[in-house]
């Protein structure tokens, strides 16, 4: 059971740029609004792209897709790379935290971390299972403290932790040729097919679209990237 309820991060990068860089990521990293989702839109975003990440809304479309979704993989199985690094979400409203660091931990080829809280969380994370992750988290009081002390400075109006929250995040990355969905909430990582560093954000872009079309009433949706901005 989730120990503890925090208030959730905004999906708004100057927010999220100050808890990644509280963690350990050099500014020359960072989180960018993706207006839209159209290959026009889409050449506007800074490249290199290493994540993507999707708010939106929890329905009873994504519900069901979910556990559809999971039980096809079940029973015809999916290939997922040894080299991915994924994790469990147990604590609520911890989604936007979890997002950033599945999109961090799976690019630290690229990102140079310093020595901090996320640095350390994913050397002792190395030989845990996504479960043991999961719980690693919980007791990291390091990223717990900066995700509490974000969520408080980005909200407009506060909510309590209490407030039901239903929106989710999730992230998109490339590892190995392979466009992986990570939704700390899902049975397991979601393989989408292949994909390369350079069309990440086209081929994650797809995959957004398809979250939009199962709820077409809906228009809180977000997508946020991670890319260099030099």
């Known amino acids: 059971m989730a120990t503890e309820t925090l208030i959730p991060l905004e999906s708004n990068p100057d927010v999220m740029n100050k808890f990644l860089q509280k963690l350990g990521v050099p500014n020359k990293w960072g989180i960018v609004d993706v207006m839209g989702l159209e290959p026009d839109m889409l050449s506007w975003v800074p490249k290199p792209v ?51 660091v599945h999109g961090v931990a799976n690019n630290i080829d690229k990102i140079e971390l310093t020595e901090g809280h996320l640095k350390k969380f994913l050397d ?38 209490e407030d ?39 081929d994650a872009s797809m995959i957004c679209k398809e979250f939009m079309a199962r709820d077409p009433e809906e228009v809180r949706f977000t997508v946020v990237a991670l890319a260099a901005s030099e």
Do not use: W
């Not at 400075?153 to 309590?160: A, D, K, L, V």
């Not at 466009?179 to 899902?186: F, P, S």
């Open 124 to 161: 002792e994370a190395k030989g845990l299972d996504a479960a043991g992750r999961g719980k690693l988290l919980e007791h990291n009081e390091g990223i717990i403290n900066a995700h509490k002390e974000l969520a408080q400075e980005g909200q407009t109006n506060t909510p309590s932790a």
């Open 50 to 100: 290493v994540a993507v990440t999707l708010l939106f809304p929890i329905s009873e479309a994504y519900e069901q897709h979910k556990q559809k979704e999971e039980n096809e993989i079940l029973s015809k199985g999916q290939e997922v790379s040894s080299n991915l690094f994924y994790m469990k979400q147990n604590i609520s409203n911890a989604c936007g935290t979890i997002a950033l």
């Open 164 to 202: 039901p929250v239903n929106h989710h995040f999730i992230t998109f990355v490339h590892k190995d040729g392979v466009l992986y969905e990570l939704d700390g909430r899902k049975a397991f990582p979601i393989n989408h097919g292949p994909t390369t560093a350079d069309s990440l954000l086209e």
